[in-house]
């Protein structure tokens, strides 16, 4: 079958985690990307810990064979050469890789493009039709758009660190890279957009990708602004400032995730819980904004119900009376869910040196599309294994140019 982005192809100098998610999108949906290195350095993580490989996972790199595990889950489906793009034989290169490729994505910090001669003003000039994406911690304008950011700067930057843990506790970041992993999605479909509009129009363009702004502009979405005008305070742990109960409870053998949006599962919830009469004991049970107010009252009547039931049955009555819930799963629990497994989301990750499967997963390919299958069908690449093949084909270089690039270090 055709895939949505069969043909285009995608000259990807990202490094880590933001822009590698990108391209990997892009590449599941069909796109080529051609992966660009320094021959000098390198990815950082295709040989950084933890590593994976016929010996199995560990820090310490036990084979020859072994790679790095984020390299081996980021890279799935994509080419890669080496190339420096700092020297003048590179950089010639690499613009003719630029004449017939569609889009350049890059993660360097602010002003780096522009110090290698590589920005959109350049690009242009040789393709007015290819759509350049950069993305960096705080954007390419702004008074700290050159700030050196990760992810826990990001989060702490835009107020994600101070929203998050208990209340009265320190504050925390979210468990995993939310904001590399969120502008990555966000480039993507960035990407995708300039696409669509370069097919009706014919123009190419710049795509400035702000980690601080994809991450805020989702945290916004809830009123933090008015928490204290509002009397809420500033962290609610597992709580939600609209809902009440809404939060995580204690059975015999585990925990479980409850929550009500609306009057009728709230009433639903108390009928399950056989506190059906509370209301006309205590009729402030019925108003929201009361609850709300009053969570650990709440909480307290959920969590006298939960204590002599096994998360099983608590599922299982919650469930029947169509009540939100879920079991509070362990990253083991999580693998082994036949939900995820039905929609293929946890799939073999393939070490390309050793030639086989290593003992880790990785996500599948979130999206389903109908007509047009997405998934990361290839594995990483072996470091530089394309360029050979991507340089003739794509640059147009005869094999004396190659080994000449090669003698020079240039690949």
């Keep these: 079958m055709n895939t949505l982005l069969d043909g285009v192809v995608v000259l990807d100098l990202t490094r880590f985690f933001s822009g590698p998610q990108c391209t990997l999108l892009l590449a599941g949906m069909g796109a080529e990307v051609i992966k660009i290195d320094d021959p000098r350095s390198g990815d950082p993580t295709a040989f950084a810990p933890p590593f994976a490989g016929p010996s199995g996972v560990s820090f310490d790199r036990m084979t020859d064979t072994d790679m790095g595990l984020a390299y081996l889950k980021r890279q799935r489906g994509k080419k890669s050469i080496t190339l420096d793009l700092k020297s003048p034989a590179g950089r010639d290169v690499f613009m003719d890789l630029v004449r017939t ?22 690009l242009s000039q040789v393709n007015p039709a290819i759509v350049c994406c950069s993305l960096t911690g705080y954007g390419q304008t702004g008074p700290d758009h050159d700030a050196k950011a990760y992810d826990l700067m990001v989060q ?79 962290r609610q ?6 809902f009440s109960p809404f939060n995580v409870y204690r059975a015999i053998d585990g925990w479980v995730a409850i929550g009500t949006a609306t009057h009728a599962e709230w009433l639903t919830l108390l009928d ?27 909480d307290a009547v959920v969590n006298a119900w ?51 499967t290593v003992d880790a997963g990785a996500p599948g390919f979130p999206l389903k599309f109908s007509r047009t299958p997405a998934s990361y069908d ?7 294994a394309h360029t050979d093949s991507i340089l ?20």
């Design 272 to 298: 399950t819980m056989g506190q059906g009469d509370l209301p006309r004991e205590r009729p402030e049970f019925l108003q929201a904004s009361w609850r709300i107010a009053n969570n650990d009252e709440v």
């Design 101 to 122: 490729a569609d889009v350049v994505v890059d993660n360097f910090s602010s002003g780096v493009t522009t110090r290698l001669g590589i920005d959109y003003a350049v």
């Design 378 to 384: 290839a594995p990483a690449p072996v470091p530089g």
């Design 156 to 234: 702490a930057a835009v107020g994600l660190v101070g929203l998050s843990g208990t209340p009265g506790g320190p504050p925390a970041k979210a468990a995993t890279a939310m904001s590399d992993a969120i502008a990555g999605v966000f480039a993507a479909t960035g990407i995708v957009s300039a696409l669509f509009h370069r097919q009706k129009t014919g123009e190419g363009q710049a795509i400035d990708v702000s980690m601080a702004d994809c991450l805020f502009s989702l945290i916004f979405d809830e009123p933090i602004d008015c928490y204290q005008r509002l009397g809420v305070q500033t």
């Design 306 to 356: 939960l204590r002599d039931l096994t998360c099983a049955q608590v599922i299982e009555s919650l469930g029947r009376a169509g009540v939100p819930c879920s079991l509070v799963r362990s990253i083991d629990d999580v693998l082994a869910w036949e939900q995820l497994r039905a929609r293929k989301m946890i799939v073999a990750l393939t070490n390309p040196l050793s030639g086989g």
């Design 237 to 242: 742990g597992n709580r939600i400032m609209r």
């Design 392 to 411: 003739a084909q794509r640059a147009g270089l005869t094999e004396a140019q190659i080994r000449q690039l090669r003698a020079d270090g240039v690949i």
